[in-house]
């Protein structure tokens, strides 16, 4: 009882890009406008943000690639992403974590998940469900990630496990976990989540999550005028 009373209570992650048109969500389009890509980025970066404020955390960091506005809310300190790779900005995401909480687990998600259930983090990153468990792995249907925790981060052990995964593919995914095989990790599973990448994505999330943001977004944007679904 004394050692979950003392537990430090954990840092999340949030990276995403400023939804600028033309910067993010390309893969909506043409289905959807640039300015629509983009208010649609706005929204599940919004989504993401608030079931996050939900999780009990000792510090809440977005690492953006851009510049704040005002979908911002209160609590959120925001930190710039590096240069480089994916896989070296998710490092770098980790190493801040570390720096800034040394004896905090650290989870970092992604912003195209604004299906996320608050519950489904909280649990297991509860003090009473942490004992033994090394790192999270949330599994995306396309092979890759949307959650990624690790219990004791450190600069050296996410360089160790992220640095040369390759990013975006059908393998990402399977690659990480055999990174954390390989280095003793015992690794609890997260639910399975899509990712919003494409349009018919778009659609099956605002169809899972009908009273988000993301969803009310979807539904204004496929039924106005614009170009062809």
Known sequence: ???????????LLVIAKAPVPGRVKTRLSPAFTPEQAAGLAEAALADTLAALALV????????????????LPAGWEVLPQVGG????????????????APRAPALLVGMDTPQID???????LSAAERPGIDAWFGP?????????????????????????VPMSTVG????????????????????????????????????LAPGTRFAARQ??????????R
Request: proline letters at 9%.
């Open 1 to 11: 009882m004394r050692t979950v009373l003392a537990a430090v209570p954990p840092t």
């Open 56 to 71: 009990p955390a000792g510090r809440r960091l977005l690492v953006l690639d851009g510049v704040p506005g005002r979908w």
């Open 85 to 100: 790779g994916l896989d070296r900005r998710l490092a770098a995401a980790f190493a801040h974590a570390a720096r800034l």
């Open 118 to 124: 608050p519950a489904a983090l909280a649990a297991p």
């Open 140 to 164: 995306a249907e396309d092979g890759g990630f949307w959650a990624f925790g690790l219990a004791r981060p450190t600069s050296a052990l996410a360089a160790r496990l992220l640095h040369g």
């Open 172 to 207: 990402t995914g399977r690659h990480l976990l055999d990174r954390l095989a390989a280095d003793g990790l015992t690794v609890r599973e997260l639910p399975t989540l899509l990712d919003v990448d494409g349009p018919a994505d778009a659609a099956r999330v605002a169809a």
């Open 219 to 228: 539904r204004e944007f496929a039924a106005a005028p614009g170009p062809a």
